[in-house]
């Protein structure tokens, strides 16, 4: 069901699947993107369905503009900050009346969750997809300003769209001159057609000039799995925020042969990680008698994610960097 929930900033898109009474996982997505070419591969993989929808209520959070069938935001506005975006998310919380909550973001919505962790004690669990954490690299600033002239001048075209598909997917399944694009690609590329230029514009100049978090995630009150794919262009961004983090409640999965959106690319390379993630917090597969309905109290880190040997002979073609 989808919700229009109005914000400081405006009215936001919010949808929401499953029971209300279920503990809550937030989810916001990369830019561009929306919950169905964000996180459609994930919900779709069933081990990981099952798993997630049996022990919460999803609530997918799109940026200004980016759910389906918005209208174009008035050029008049102002463009939001990332502060802004974090605080929006207070918003749609408080609308809900939700308490302790789970969250799971992709590339820039990994950023806007972390940063909204940060303000926000009622996040318990963050799970963050080849996550931002820096100001961008003069590279990424001037690709970034590249594609925001590129959307107010031409719209979502030919260009804008390649340079996107490179930020979230890996060479394989994007495919070359002899090498069909395959259905993931063809499908987010379609997807692409359907945004608006000017609110995609909007989010971009949003995070093309984010603040540094590095100093703030060592004192991050939550526990923290970040996935990134090997071919991602913000494979080091990850490592780096890795590094940052308290290393007795965060891991690190890389994914190989794989781009920035784990989430569409290798959703099956998430389920064991994620599963021993939400074991220290006594969620488990509805195989298990267990209450979908109890509350978020985590106890103690899982040893199992805490294990490179465990987690290294169930995840392989996946390397994981995790101190004990």
């Not at 929808?53 to 980016?66: E, V």
């Not at 973001?105 to 996550?131: E, N, Q, W």
Request: a neutral charge; glycine letters at 6%; one cysteine or more.
């Amino acid at each position: 069901m989808e919700y229009l929930v109005k914000t400081r900033l405006g009215t936001v898109s919010v949808v929401v699947f499953g029971d209300q009474d279920k503990p809550a996982l937030v989810t916001y997505p990369d830019l561009a993107l929306n919950h169905i070419s964000c996180f459609q591969g994930l919900f779709f993989c069933p081990e990981a369905s099952s798993l997630l929808l049996h022990n919460f209520c999803i609530y997918h959070i799109s940026p200004p503009g980016h759910e389906l069938g918005a209208a174009p935001i008035g050029s008049d506005d102002l463009i939001p900050s990332v502060d802004d975006l974090a605080d929006q998310i207070v918003e749609v919380l408080n609308f809900f009346g939700l308490g302790a909550v789970m969250c799971m973001g992709v590339t820039a919505g990994a950023y806007i969750l972390t940063r909204f962790a940060m303000k926000d004690r009622r996040v318990l669990g963050l799970i963050l997809v080849s996550p931002l954490c820096r100001p961008p690299s003069w590279t990424e600033w001037l690709l970034n300003k590249v594609m925001s002239n590129l959307l107010y001048f031409y719209g979502m075209c030919g260009l804008v769209k390649e340079l996107l598909l490179k930020r979230y997917f890996s060479k394989e399944v994007r495919g070359s001159v002899v090498v069909l694009e395959s259905d993931i690609v063809q499908a987010c590329r379609r997807l692409l057609d359907e945004r608006q230029s000017i609110n995609v514009c909007r989010f971009l100049e949003a995070m093309n000039e984010r603040p540094d978090l590095s100093e703030g995630l060592r004192k991050l009150h939550c526990r923290s799995l970040i996935f990134v794919g090997e071919n991602s262009p913000f494979h080091s961004e990850a490592l780096h925020m890795t590094s940052k983090l308290d290393r007795r409640y965060s891991a690190l999965v890389e994914v190989q042969a794989c781009g920035s959106v784990v989430t569409e690319e290798q959703p099956h390379a998430m389920l064991i990680p994620i599963e021993y993630f939400l074991m220290g917090y006594g969620f488990y597969r509805p195989t298990l008698s267990i209450s979908p309905r109890s509350p978020l109290s985590p106890s103690c880190i899982s040893p199992e994610l805490l294990s490179p040997e465990s987690m290294g002979l169930k995840l392989k073609p996946i390397k994981t960097r995790i101190s004990l």
